[in-house]
């Protein structure tokens, strides 16, 4: 895992572009990080990273259609059948067909998913906190801005 020298360090002009100047290797990096932890510890209560990312959807609206879970998690529509049938199969969740559509299939909470919640999003405060340590309150609201704008920059770019 990089990790930024104490001191001040400008960007290069020259040919060499080391990963410590690159804003995605750093984000990728740190996003690697939380993941290692999310998945250690969520995998104590039974759950995948895969999982999870579905249930902090449903945990907010649950009884979506699939096609928009796989919208909302990021997922292609094939993985996401994937996902929600071992989900299924854990108990987290249950499927029903539309009453409107009967193409539609929505995804609905089981009781133990639900009752998962509140340890589960524990568990994900408390990696923030532990990555937060020593960093000040206003440096993470510069950081919540700053990677804000350069995800908004990028997004406008037309391919």
């Given amino acids: 895992m990089a990790t930024a020298p104490n001191r001040k360090r400008r960007p290069s002009r ?11 290797y750093l984000v990728r990096d740190a996003h690697r990080a939380f993941q ?3 998945e ?34 990021g997922m292609m529509e094939p993985t996401t059948v994937i996902a929600l049938r071992g989900m299924e ?32 999003l524990l568990l994900a405060r408390g990696i923030n906190e532990e990555a937060f340590r020593g960093v000040k309150r206003e440096d993470f609201k510069i950081f919540v801005r700053a990677i804000a704008r350069m995800t908004e920059n990028l997004d406008r770019i037309k391919r």
């Fill in 14 to 24: 020259s040919g060499d572009y080391p990963p410590i100047e690159s804003a995605g």
């Fill in 36 to 38: 290692r932890l999310l």
């Fill in 40 to 73: 250690k510890r969520i995998s104590a209560h039974g759950v995948t990273r895969g999982q999870w990312y579905f249930l902090r959807v449903l945990w907010t609206e649950d009884g979506l259609s699939q096609r928009e879970l796989s919208t909302r998690v």
């Fill in 89 to 120: 199969k854990a108990g987290l969740i249950r499927r029903t067909r539309s009453t409107d559509d009967k193409r539609v299939t929505n995804v609905w909470l089981t009781p133990k998913a639900k009752r998962m919640r509140e340890p589960m």
